[in-house]
């Protein structure tokens, strides 16, 4: 059952991951990566962060073993919140 649920997690980060660096050069919601640099940086870095631990999901889930699962979760858990508390910094920059 965790291998399911952390396959979900994977495609999730994968969406994410693949969303943020296809709009690394326009604009979407409040955010403009094209005025600001810093926030096309952050993307990039994120997005790339958030595919690498997608990849590390799936061959965890593939494994089958219990830390290592933990472990990635964990990561993949406090980057989402790490890259939303750097995303709000840029939120009404202008």
């Known amino acids: ?13 994968l969406f994410l991951g693949s969303y943020l660096l296809s709009h690394r050069n326009k604009q979407f919601m409040y955010f403009d990566p094209t005025q600001q640099p810093g926030l096309k940086t ?5 997005g790339a962060e958030f595919l690498l631990v997608a990849i590390g ?16 979760l964990t ?13 709000t910094r840029f939120l009404y920059k202008k």
């Open 42 to 46: 952050m993307m990039t870095f994120w």
């Open 75 to 87: 990561i993949g858990s406090f980057s989402g919140t790490f890259m939303l508390m750097t995303m």
């Open 57 to 72: 999901c799936v061959a965890v889930a593939i494994t089958g073993n219990e830390v290592w699962t933990i472990i990635i």
């Open 1 to 13: 059952m965790i291998a399911i649920l952390t396959i979900i997690f994977a495609l999730i980060l």
